[in-house]
């Protein structure tokens, strides 16, 4: 394998990013053996605005393939392509994010499919609390196939955990997330998730927690 990474500031507010990446299982290339070959490359740039403000530009692309042994080629690239916006009040921030990704297939492989995924993540520090915290969460994603150009699934995650700082020694933390998809022709799934905690610090290299969790919970049919 190899892989490489550089950062080149423009400017105390500006900087870039390109890296990558080969990786190969079979050197000695043994026709007899199957090969596994991946490759990637990512570039992206970040902007510091004022106001205590970020924007970050992001790129990828991912190869892996197959041949060799018994096998004719086969693999799937991957495009991503992401936009990311940071913004912080005092002890609150938010983030805005739009990420588009294509999965393409060559050789034998089959499928493919195009996906649009926005989030919005509100993250809010109490001090007064012990730098406690509480955290929303909230993204949507429509994919849908290169074949047919139409989609056909759609995503809505929903998360809301929050941790509580009583003393330094004792804290307690919880967090909820939904799940729902939306097929066509199929029936629309909301399971969620809810993990309950609590932690004691009995000295500083000592600490005891309990958790309890409840998940796969369906909201649109409780009885499954």
Do not use: H
């Not at 990013?17 to 596994?36: A, D, K, W, Y």
């Not at 970050?56 to 936009?83: A, F």
């Amino acid at each position: 394998g190899f892989d490489f990474a550089t950062t080149f500031k423009f400017t105390p507010n500006w900087s870039s990013t390109i890296g990558g990446r080969m990786s190969n299982n079979n050197v000695e290339g043994n026709p007899r053996l199957r090969t596994n070959f991946d490759r990637s490359l990512s570039a992206g740039t970040a902007f510091l605005l004022p106001w205590q403000q970020n924007l970050n530009l992001n790129y990828s692309v991912t190869e892996s393939t197959t041949e060799g042994g018994d096998l004719d080629l086969s693999g799937n690239r991957y495009k991503d392509y992401r936009i990311d916006y940071t913004k912080t009040w005092r002890n609150l921030t938010a983030q805005l994010s739009y990420d588009y990704y294509i999965l393409e297939p060559f050789g034998t492989a089959t499928g493919g499919s195009f996906t649009d995924s926005y989030s919005t993540t509100l993250f809010n520090f109490f001090p007064s609390l012990n730098n406690s915290y509480i955290r929303l969460y909230q993204d949507m994603r429509k994919t849908k196939t290169i074949s047919n150009a139409s989609y056909t699934t759609t995503f809505w995650n929903t998360g809301i955990g929050t941790r509580l700082n009583i003393t330094n020694y004792l804290s307690g933390s919880g967090d909820l997330r939904i799940a729902v998809t939306q097929k066509e022709a199929f029936k629309d799934t909301a399971p969620a998730t809810l993990i309950l905690g609590a932690e004691f610090k009995s000295s500083p290299a000592t600490a005891w927690n309990v958790d309890y969790t409840l998940s796969n919970y369906d909201l649109y049919n409780p009885k499954n």
